[in-house]
């Protein structure tokens, strides 16, 4: 398996965690905030995430 999927992957796992930890504490504490900010994290990571899988290896 390609590294930079797996990296990417990771990536995204992270992004999608942040959201909901945003989204859970912004609906706990009332604070819609917190909420938009996860799901800018969110977006943010999974935007890394597609850069880094579409990053090219470099030739060995």
Do not use: E, Q
């Not at 909901?20 to 999974?46: Q, R």
Request: aromatic share 2%; glycine share 14%.
């Amino acid at each position: 398996m390609n590294k930079n999927l797996v990296v990417a992957s990771g990536i995204v796992v992270l992004g999608v965690a942040l959201a909901a930890a945003g989204i859970y504490i912004g609906d706990t504490d009332d604070a819609p905030g917190a909420a938009l900010l996860g799901i800018g994290l969110m977006l943010g990571l999974v935007a890394l995430a597609v850069k880094v899988a579409r990053r090219k290896r470099p030739a060995a």
